[in-house]
Antibody, heavy 117, light 110 residues
Framework: EVQLEQSGAEVKKPGATVKISCKAS????????IYWVQHAPGKGLEWMGL????????IYAAKFQDRVSITADTSTDTAYMELSSLRSEDMAVYYC??????????WGQGTLVTVSS | EIVLTQSPGTLSLSPGQRAALSCRAS???????LAWYQQKPGQAPRLLIY???TRATGIPDKFSGSGSGTDFTLTISSLEPEDFAVYYC???????????FGQGTKLEIK
């Protein structure tokens, strides 16, 4: 069974950096891209970017381009999303998900990031 | 960037009724790469439909997707209490990818 297990909730101060992990199991990690999606309170889903674990290639959404870094470690079957210069608007649940062509067929459980001074 | 507009924002229906949710794209979605997701409070989204009309694994046939080009519809026949949730569409046909989501439709019990 394909599963994604994310790291736990984080509390960060404005201006800080958060790094969330997403450990994959039940499939060959390099077979599918890993996507990251933001879900802020009261708002819709927002696509942040993706990584191809096979070669490490990344593509980022324009909104997050300057502040996000997505990586994949094939030795541990784990993907990471790092978001810098945190501000109050970044307070959200962040999800990782697997993708074949762009449809997100398995999702992690989500990681809540709180930004507060 | 392709902008997806979902309508209505909120849909109030009773159990047993049929729901039709709309997703309109600002430009043609290549290869009809359009997906639908269901999200319930406190849960991760769940893939229902991909390729505009193909049901994901384990999704019952009361969920159906249709449409092409710029206009897409998710239909849920005979609503049950567990179907009341927020539904999102997502396009993944653009290149380079900026796989945008719609703003969501909340399906609530009338």
């Amino acid at each position: 069974e394909v599963q994604l297990e994310q790291s736990g909730a984080e509390v960060k101060k404005p201006g800080a950096t958060v790094k969330i992990s997403c450990k994959a199991s039940g499939y060959t990690f390099s077979a599918y891209d890993i996507y990251w999606v933001q879900h802020a309170p009261g708002k819709g889903l927002e696509w942040m970017g993706l990584v191809d674990p096979e070669d490490g290639e990344t593509i980022y959404a324009a909104k997050f381009q300057d502040r996000v870094s997505i990586t994949a470690d094939t030795s541990t079957d784990t993907a990471y999303m790092e978001l810098s210069s945190l501000r109050s608007e970044d307070m959200a649940v962040y999800y990782c998900a697997t993708s074949r062509l762009g449809e997100l067929f398995v999702w992690g459980q989500g990681t809540l990031v709180t930004v507060s001074s | 960037e392709i902008v997806l507009t979902q309508s209505p924002g909120t849909l109030s229906l009773s159990p047993g009724q049929r729901a039709a949710l709309s997703c309109r794209a600002s430009q043609r979605v290549a290869s009809n790469y359009l997906a639908w997701y269901q999200q319930k409070p406190g849960q991760a989204p769940r893939l229902l439909i991909y390729g505009a009309s193909t049901r994901a694994t384990g999704i019952p046939d009361k969920f159906s997707g249709s449409g092409s080009g710029t206009d897409f519809t998710l239909t849920i026949s005979s609503l049950e209490p567990e179907d009341f949730a927020v539904y999102y569409c997502q396009q993944y046909g653009d290149s380079p990818p900026q796989h945008t989501f719609g703003q969501g439709t909340k399906l609530e019990i009338k």
